[in-house]
């Protein structure tokens, strides 16, 4: 397994830019900035099977909430993606340091967490301080009780955690 330093992104929200954790620069449709968080939406030109990616950035939970909306034959088998992130932001720039840990969840359904290995391998060799992964791992466990207790739906467990999110489609 090749372990990588915790993956960093930046949200520009005067350039209408994001960053991705290599450096990419993208094009974002939208950003809207409520008490809850941030929210980017932006299209994936020329990819062939993702049309649309939008995603709320929520400090207070510190999660990064994904919807990917798939072109028609390469839709998959989850709903959101959730990534376990610091967030802070300064001036019209925000930015997620992504520690490893991530959640599928399947609406009415389930939810996975993945990526375990890679946040205690990244311990193991010191490039996440053993308080970064207690707090990562203690906002997965926070995440995966909530969205189960909601019958395995984020958007409600968020809600009644007073956090509306809202969605497009491609």
Known sequence: MHIHPPKVEY?????????DPKGHLRGVEEYRLTRAGLYMSRPVPGHPELC???SWLLPAHGLRVTRQSWRPGHERDYDFYVDVVEISSGGSV??????????LVRTGRSVTVLDTDELLAA??????????????????????????AHGHDAVRWLAAQGTVTTWRRC
Do not use: C, M
Request: hydrophobic share 45%.
């Open 94 to 103: 925000w930015k997620t340091v992504d520690l490893y840990l991530d959640l």
């Open 11 to 19: 949200f520009d929200l005067d350039a209408k830019s994001n960053t």
């Open 52 to 54: 649309h990616f939008e």
């Open 123 to 148: 311990l193991d060799r010191g490039l996440v301080q053993p308080h970064r992964a207690q707090w990562a791992l203690e906002t997965t466990y926070r995440a995966v009780a909530g969205i189960a």
